[in-house]
């Protein structure tokens, strides 16, 4: 016959209920035993029937082993309790290592605005004028950066202008406007510029230029 299975409940019939805790008690017991000496473990096992007789079961000392029981649980509630305050002392000193880098951060702003630099050696006065250079150049190449993309920006608009212009003035019939030749012809002119070279005291030319006619 198959075992039906127990459904996990208070059994109603007193005989039965008896019955089963006879059976189930002594198979606890006996488990508690076996696994005390297969595994070599400290097993201690306290049953209360519900007419309030006692059934125990201890590998040891019942008595050691409730006392070592009671130790493990009492170390237990004092790490705990001890567990928040461990965890405040670190936000302490998060928060005080924060508060240092803050210092140092300030500290090295002012050194380089110019200000609080007394107390500054030689060489560390050396390594703030390299950062200084350093940062300079970089702040340099950003800004020939878009000052270069700022041209390409103003020749693709004066190239525009330029094409619609010349489409206008296609439209309406009059000749292209040649703005870049005309501009760079006056700037030729311009640049030719005839100098003189005198030597000596601007008010010593006239009697110079009279000895020698």
Known sequence: ????????KRIENAASRQVTFSKRRNGLLKKAFELSVLC????????????????????????KTIERYQKRE???????????DQNLLN?????????????????????????????????ELQQLENQLER?????????????????????????????????????????PLQLSTSMEEEGEETTEVVTELFIGPPERRGITKNLVC
């Open 91 to 123: 936000d302490n000193e998060d928060a005080q290592s924060l508060v240092k880098k803050i210092e140092l951060l300030e500290d090295s702003k002012q050194k380089l605005l110019g200000e609080g630099l007394e107390p500054c050696s030689f060489n």
């Open 40 to 63: 070599d473990t400290e097993v201690a096992l306290i049953i209360f029937s519900t007419r309030g007789k006692l059934y125990e079961f201890s590998s040891s000392s019942m008595n």
């Open 74 to 84: 009492k170390e237990i509630r004092i790490k705990h309790k001890l567990a928040p």
């Open 135 to 175: 940062s300079l150049c970089r702040i340099r190449e950003r800004k020939n950066l878009l000052y270069r993309e700022q041209i390409k920006k103003l020749k693709e608009e004066e190239r525009r202008l330029e094409e619609e212009n010349a489409k206008l003035r296609q439209e309406y019939g009059m000749k």
């Open 1 to 8: 016959m198959v075992r039906g299975k127990t459904q996990m």
